[in-house]
């Protein structure tokens, strides 16, 4: 069965500390590794889509990277504002996405 | 873009009673409309997955005469929780995808408490 597993579960940042998140997956035909932001009490936010090993995108202080069995969030100089559970996902079959537990980032000022 | 809009945000019931929540797509057609539960500091598990005019599909475990999905149109997908019990308090979320992506677009959540 696909799984997803993210560490840290918890992760205290102080601001402009830089530091990455990781989410590794079991590697059976992935077919695409979604990256998403849920703050306290709303609806996960999508950020980052990743097929294949070696590809990156970024968006603003976060940058998204995939290997052939892991995928990291690399935050960059964090601001508090960038607080939020981290949730990675792969998907599974046509639809289906299988969600990691995330990792809460706090970044304190 | 890409905007996805649920109704009720908080809805509080009596045990026994049943709960309608709305899931709207504001700006795109969603061909596949999804429908998740998440438990406090846990992430989400998918509950259905809708395509518009065909009947929901379930996961495995999930009841499908308790939580009714109706995907009557491209931009609205409605869970009906019926005869709702407290162990059905959670947050459920929906997502929205339109034919062609691979992105799933989630709504704002809905805040369910059984009494």
């Known amino acids: 069965e696909d799984q997803v597993t993210q560490s840290p579960e918890a992760l205290r940042l102080q601001e402009g500390e830089s530091s990455s998140l990781n989410c590794s997956y079991t590697?059976?035909?992935?077919?695409?590794l979604f990256w998403y932001r849920q703050d306290p009490g709303k609806g996960p936010e999508f950020l980052f889509t990743l097929y294949s090993a070696g590809e990156e995108k970024e968006k603003e202080r976060l940058k998204a990277t995939l290997t052939k069995k892991e995928s990291f969030l690399h935050i960059t100089a964090p601001k508090p504002e960038d607080s939020a559970t981290y949730l990675c996902?792969?998907?599974?079959?046509?639809?289906?996405?299988?969600f990691g537990t995330g990792t809460r980032l706090q970044v304190f000022p | 873009g890409a905007v996805v809009s649920q109704h009720p945000s908080r809805v509080i019931c009596k045990s026994g009673t049943s709960v309608k929540i709305e899931c709207r797509s504001l700006?795109?057609?969603?061909?596949?409309m999804f429908w998740y539960r998440q438990f406090p500091k846990k992430s989400l598990m998918l509950m259905a997955t809708?395509?518009?005019?065909?009947?929901?599909?379930?996961e495995q475990g999930v009841e499908k005469d308790k939580f009714l999905i109706n995907h009557a149109s491209l931009t609205l997908s409605t869970l009906t929780v019926t005869s709702a019990h407290p162990e059905d308090s959670s947050f459920y979320i929906c997502?929205?995808?339109?034919?062609?992506?691979?992105?799933?677009?989630f709504g704002p959540g809905t805040r369910l408490t059984v009494l």
């Open positions: 997502s929205a995808r339109t034919s062609g992506s691979n992105e799933q677009f």
């Open positions: 700006d795109f057609q969603a061909t596949t």
């Open positions: 590697v059976s035909g992935l077919r695409g």
């Open positions: 996902a792969r998907r599974q079959g046509t639809d289906k996405l299988i």
């Open positions: 809708s395509n518009e005019g065909s009947k929901a599909t379930y």
